[in-house]
C-alpha cells in the first residue's frame, strides 16, 4: 500500500475493494484442515454421473427452482464443528470485519462443485449447451441437493440472487484443494464493481485476450482486466457483491470442491460504506436477470465467459 492509500487510513481490503472490487489473501487458509474436510465430503458421495437423474426421470417431474441448498439441506450443517479453520482465521476476521464492521454476520455458506465433463451425462450437456448460467441442480438427485452443482457459469454479480436487497454483504471462497487452469477456476472482471448493479447477462466484449469492456445499459462502461483465480489448498479470496465474476465447465478430470461464504454487513458502519460510495451505479435493483422463463428454465442461449 503506498503512501498516499495509507493516509486515507484504509485496511488493505478496503482499499482493494475500492480499486478492484475483490481482495485476494496473501495466505491460504489451514491447508490440513482443508484436505481433511475435503476427505470427508467426498466420502459422503460419488462426484460422478451417480448424481444424477436419468433422462426419464427428469421429464417425468422437471424441476428448475428449489433445486439449491437451503436450511436443513445443506451439507455443511454436518460440519459446523469442522469450519473454524475458515470462521476464525485471522487473516480472514481482521478483513472481513475492516470490511463489514465486526458484527457482520454470516448470510449464507455452501459446498460449491464444479462437475467434470466426464461426469456430466450427454442428454444433460446437450440440453444446457450455450446456457449462461449451468447450475445443474434441476437434474440432480434430490438427496444430493445440499450442495450446488455448476457445469460453468457466465460472468455476474452475486447481487443475482437478491432482489432489491442492497450491496452491503459479500463474497467468500475458498478453495479445498490445488486449482489449475483446467478445474474451473473462478475468473473475476477488476473494477467491474464501480458501475453497481445491472442486469445479467451483462454487455462484455473482449478486447484482448485477458481484457474486456463492460458496459451498464445506462451509458456508463468500463475496461476491465480479467484475473483467472489459481491457487493451492486454502486460496482464499473475496469480492463485492457487483464485482463480475464466472467460471467455464471444469476440464479437468475430477471434480473442483469449494467453500462459499455470503458474509452481511452489521449494524454498524464500516468499510463497505466507504467502497460503496466510490460506485457509479445503484446498489440494488428490482430485477438482477433476464435469462430464465416463468418456470426458471433457461430462455437465453448466450455465453460470454466461454470466449475467454
Known amino acids: 500500500m503506498n503512501a498516499q492509500k495509507a493516509a486515507r487510513g484504509h485496511h488493505p481490503a478496503v482499499e482493494a475493494f475500492i480499486e478492484d472490487g475483490a481482495h485476494l489473501f496473501d495466505q491460504p487458509v489451514d491447508p490440513d484442515a482443508c484436505a481433511a474436510l475435503l476427505a470427508q465430503i467426498r466420502a459422503d458421495r460419488h462426484f460422478d454421473h451417480r448424481l444424477f437423474l436419468t433422462e426419464a426421470e427428469f421429464d417425468a417431474d422437471p424441476q428448475y427452482t428449489g433445486v439449491n441448498p437451503r436450511p436443513g439441506r445443506n451439507l455443511l450443517e454436518r460440519f459446523e464443528d469442522r469450519l473454524a479453520f475458515v470462521e476464525q482465521d485471522p487473516n480472514v476476521v481482521d478483513a472481513v470485519s475492516a470490511l463489514l464492521g465486526p458484527g457482520y454476520t454470516i448470510l449464507n455458506k455452501k459446498v460449491v462443485c464444479g462437475v467434470s465433463q466426464a461426469s456430466v451425462p450427454a ?139 455470503l458474509l452481511a454487513q452489521g449494524p454498524a458502519r464500516a468499510g463497505m460504506d466507504e467502497v460503496n460510495a466510490t460506485l457509479r451505479g445503484p446498489l440494488s435493483l428490482t430485477e438482477t436477470r433476464v435469462d430464465l422463463d416463468a418456470a426458471g428454465a433457461a430462455q437465453v442461449k448466450r455465453n460470454t465467459i466461454n470466449q475467454a
Not at 158 to 167: H, N
Not at 216 to 242: K, N, P, S, Y
Request: one cysteine or more.
Open 123 to 261: 442428454w444433460i450437456r446437450a440440453r444446457i449447451l450455450g446456457n449462461p448460467v449451468n447450475n445443474l441442480g434441476a437434474y440432480v438427485r434430490p438427496e444430493y441437493r445440499d450442495v450446488t452443482y455448476f457445469y460453468g457459469i457466465d460472468f455476474h454479480q452475486d447481487l443475482i440472487d437478491y432482489k432489491e436487497r442492497p450491496a452491503d454483504f459479500l463474497t467468500l471462497y475458498v478453495y479445498l484443494h490445488p486449482v489449475s487452469r483446467q478445474d474451473a477456476p473462478l475468473f473475476l472482471l477488476k473494477g467491474t464493481h464501480r458501475l453497481g448493479g445491472t442486469v445479467f447477462p451483462h454487455d462484455l466484449t473482449a478486447t484482448s485476450e485477458a481484457s474486456w469492456t463492460y458496459r451498464d445499459g445506462r451509458g456508463g462502461e468500463v475496461e476491465t482486466d480479467q484475473l483467472i483465480l489459481t491457487g493451492g489448498a486454502g486460496f482464499t479470496g473475496m469480492w463485492h457483491a457487483c464485482t463480475l465474476h464466472g467460471t467455464q465447465p471444469d476440464a479437468a478430470d475430477h471434480e473442483r470442491i469449494s467453500l462459499r461464504y
